[in-house]
């Protein structure tokens, strides 16, 4: 019999969203007929943009001919997808990414989920606790943990406790670590990071020579000025960081499926006798041994994003989801709740009232009013006590789950 990974063992239970639809549809089962509201999962609702549709069709077009036809095409991505993103997503911004520094994907929680790979087993990663279940475990399957204990923490992982009264800011470590995760806008809390607190960690790690994960992927929803979009706006964060972005949260992909990441050339890791190793060059061999690019099709809709048309459109749809944030942390702000978020982020982040655990709030929610949300507890031990609603749903829903939970509560 085939021995198994025994790291996959140590999981403390079932993917987050998995079990809230377990729980989902064990209640639908239960009470067939009752219309149950979505603002749980951060899936998009609003179809692809006009722009983007026509891009789509016109890659779907170029390969139904042979003088158009594209077979395998770069692993990278293609050369105009990725000097669009290079000029509009950070030449834009004042941020130098050079654009065979971009890997194109199908997705950015793989490649947050596979980015791990490049670094030694033995290296000592740092998360912010509440945080996006996939940071922690992608670490798990791959053994660099330990068991998890009763709350849910893993041995040999560094957890940086983010509190109402930081803001859900993470605080700098308090010893060396070798690689963290941040992300900003934050999914759960919906909190940022501005340019103070990047500026802080961008000089820590360049003191400890440690590496950043910066997840980027709702930095579409900011909305207030001042507030970086790539934390390669701050200097010298090209020598320590390496940015995640996405499109489907940013243009709709979550169907069509289509991210990338940056590794400047600039940024250096080390072997066991610590010399210098790119780490740019170790992700592109990995990359391109076990990727074969995203599709030809996805990458002309993504592309169509960054023309006049299209960033107008996308911008609409980013700004529906916003007016939906913006109603669902009033609405629970005039009832009496506890909220964060919503502001610069299309995720609410609440306090569970009268005492109850996330998933007792959960439960009241799904089995009083008919909606369903995360429990915050799902993202890490300082998740307890606090729950997440996302905004992307459509209006008329958001409106009625608002009047379900005002009657409850």
């Known amino acids: 019999m085939a021995r198994v990974n025994e790291n996959f063992l140590k999981l403390k239970s079932g993917y987050l969203f998995p079990e809230i639809g377990r729980r989902v549809t064990a209640y639908a089962a239960a009470h067939p007929g009752e219309r149950i509201l979505r603002l749980g999962i951060g899936d998009v609702v609003r179809a692809l943009p006009p722009t983007v549709i026509r891009a789509f069709h016109e890659g779907v077009e170029d390969l139904a001919r042979d003088e158009s036809f594209k077979g395998y ?85 560094v957890y940086l406790r983010c509190t109402e ?104 890791g080390c072997d066991a006798a610590g010399k210098e190793v790119s780490l740019h060059s170790l992700w592109n061999r990995r990359h391109s041994t076990k990727f074969n690019g995203a599709s030809y099709p996805v990458q002309k809709a993504a592309a169509a994003i960054y023309t006049p048309e299209g960033r107008h459109e996308v911008r609409a749809i980013a700004d529906f989801y916003m007016e939906n944030a913006s109603l669902i942390r009033a609405g629970l702000q005039k009832r009496g709740f506890t909220v964060y978020g919503g502001d610069n982020a299309p995720y609410i982040w609440l306090k569970t009232p009268k005492g109850l655990g996330s998933w007792e709030f959960f439960d009241e929610l799904l089995n009083r009013a008919q909606v369903v949300g995360t429990p915050g507890a799902g993202f890490g031990a300082a998740g307890e006590g606090w729950f997440r609603l996302s905004s992307f749903a459509q209006r008329t829903t958001v409106i009625e789950a608002l009047e379900r939970i005002g009657r409850v509560f």
Request: charged fraction near 25%; include cysteine.
């Open 165 to 268: 009264a930081s803001g859900f800011r993470p605080p700098l470590p308090d010893h060396h670590v070798d690689f963290v995760w941040l992300c900003s806008p934050n999914n759960p809390t919906g909190s940022v990071l501005r340019r103070a607190d990047l500026e802080a960690w961008v000089s820590w790690a360049r003191r400890e020579k440690a590496v950043l994960l910066f997840d980027a992927a709702y930095e579409s929803y900011i909305r207030e000025e001042g507030v970086p979009h790539s934390i390669y706006e701050i200097p010298g964060a090209r020598e320590v960081a390496i940015e995640f972005r996405s499109y489907s949260k940013t243009a709709g992909f979550t169907g069509a499926r289509c991210a990338y990441l940056v590794i400047p050339k600039d940024l250096k």
């Open 73 to 157: 095409g770069p692993e990278q991505g293609y050369a105009f997808l990725r000097e669009a993103a290079a000029r509009a997503d950070f030449a834009a911004r004042g941020a130098r990414v050079e654009a065979d520094e971009i890997f194109v994907s199908d997705g950015s929680k793989c490649d947050c989920a596979n980015i791990q790979e490049i670094f030694s087993l033995d290296s000592v990663l740092a998360v912010s606790d509440p945080v996006y279940p996939v940071y922690v475990d992608s670490n798990v399957m791959a053994g660099r943990t330990g068991p998890a204990d009763e709350s849910g923490r893993y041995a040999g992982l």
